[in-house]
């Protein structure tokens, strides 16, 4: 068995390979040091004022000969960027530093005499493709924001295409029992209106009731878009469970009775949904309001016409907010335009009747349609994040599963 290396001959075989792989990169520069000339001023190391030691190695000359420092920090070994030696020492110092930022890692090479030629984008590279940093620090993959589906961008009658989704829940109290109750929100994809519907508990049965009654009141509906029911936003542990054990086979079933396409988004993707989403943080802040308001114990009647209270407050939102401070602009567009052609204040009745009044339904309409086009379809031109086309992830990458669930 052989015995160990010792201390000098480690610094001998180092100083031979950091000789071997310099006179590869900078063998045009090393010739010049030795023949007293010029390195070239296109050459990466030109600005170092490098110079060759006893040794034959390429330092940097820099201008720090007469700090009180030792000479392995005023005058670091130079390396390349793209030298194998020059990984293995950056993964070692990144180790040393348990995994830091660039700044530390490249900080620690430099005490220690080392120059990385490019250093600060070398560094970042390896930390961008180190497991134990994308574990710890590096955000999940994202995508470009997609175009809208036609179904957000073409006038068409209210409630013709739909985002739905739960919420909840409430505890109310009927008599001496308590009981849990939940909300079910509809909202039209093209003009932002809502509905609501409140669920007695998290049934299939019960779900198909709600969803009747919103297709006898609304009219009939295209499309139905939902999120996966698992992953509701801010949903607590009972609330997902509850909403696993609904019959999704049988409400596609009554759906496809009706004429309805019934799509879901994509699972762990809730942002896809947040047409709908969106409206439920509405509802629940001016629902906090109003129970707020509330005197004595809350039961189901109180719930149901808060909820419809909150559905009246929430349509009569303006859709855009650009000339609200205008006194000269017409007056703001909301949702109860389109769906009951009437303002928040009530007018007063015709004193005559004319036969002009028959056309003024389709006459409001087609206002509304314009300026719809005009003032709102345009504010959804920019993209508010997610500008940048990336590369998907394809078959045989190497991926983290993120669980924002677990510790």
């Known amino acids: 068995m052989s015995d160990p290396c010792s201390s000098q001959e480690r610094q001998e075989a180092e100083r031979f390979i ?37 040794a034959g190695v390429l330092r940097v000359g820099g201008r720090l000969k007469r700090a009180r420092v030792p000479d392995i920090v005023k005058h670091p070994v130079i390396l390349p960027r793209d030298s194998h030696v020059t990984r293995l020492i950056i993964t070692h110092f990144h180790s040393k530093v348990q995994h830091q930022g660039r700044g530390m890692t490249l900080n620690e090479m430099r005490t220690n005499r080392y120059w990385v030629i490019g250093g600060t984008k070398v560094v970042a590279s390896h930390i961008h493709k180190c497991v134990k940093c994308c574990c710890l620090r590096r955000p999940a993959e994202e995508q470009k924001m997609a175009d809208l589906p036609e179904d957000r961008v073409e006038p068409s009658p209210p409630f013709a295409d739909c985002g739905m989704g739960c919420f909840g829940l409430f505890i109310v109290k009927d008599g001496r029992k308590q009981h849990k109750k939940y909300g079910l929100l509809f909202t039209c994809m ?14 299939t049965d019960c779900f198909i009731n709600s969803l009747r009654c919103f297709i006898a ?10 999120d996966q029911g698992s992953n509701f936003v801010g949903a607590r542990n009972e609330f997902q469970e509850a909403l696993r054990e609904l019959d999704t086979e049988r409400i596609q079933v009554f759906l496809a ?29 001016v629902l906090s309001s109003l129970l707020l308001q509330s005197s004595g114990r809350l039961d189901s009647a109180s719930l149901r016409t808060f909820l419809y209270e909150v559905m009246a407050i929430v349509n009569s939102r303006p859709l855009t907010v650009e000339m609200l401070n205008d006194p000269t602009s017409p007056e703001p567009l909301t949702p109860n335009h389109v769906l009951t052609m009437k303002t928040s204040l009530a007018l007063p009745p015709p004193g005559k009747f004319v036969k002009e009044d028959l056309y003024r339904v389709q006459y409001l309409a087609e206002q509304f349609w314009g ?35 677990l510790h």
């Open 371 to 405: 300026r719809w086009k005009n003032e709102y379809l345009n504010t959804l031109t920019k993209r508010q994040k997610w500008n940048t086309q990336r590369r998907n992830i394809k078959v045989g990458d190497i991926v983290l599963l993120k669980d924002e669930q």
């Open 257 to 285: 009775e009706h004429q309805c396409e019934f799509v879901m988004n994509p699972p762990y993707a809730s942002h896809t949904g947040g047409v709908w989403e969106r409206q439920v943080r509405t509802i629940r802040s």
């Open 190 to 203: 093209c003009y932002r209106a809502v509905h609501i519907e409140m669920l007695r508990d998290m049934s």
């Open 18 to 54: 950091i000789k071997s792989i310099q006179n590869q990169a900078f063998a045009e520069e090393i010739r010049a040091i030795k023949r007293s000339a010029r390195v070239n001023g296109s050459s990466s190391i030109y600005k170092l004022d490098p110079f060759l030691d006893d």
């Open 217 to 226: 009141i609304r009219g009939s509906v295209l499309q139905f878009r939902s």
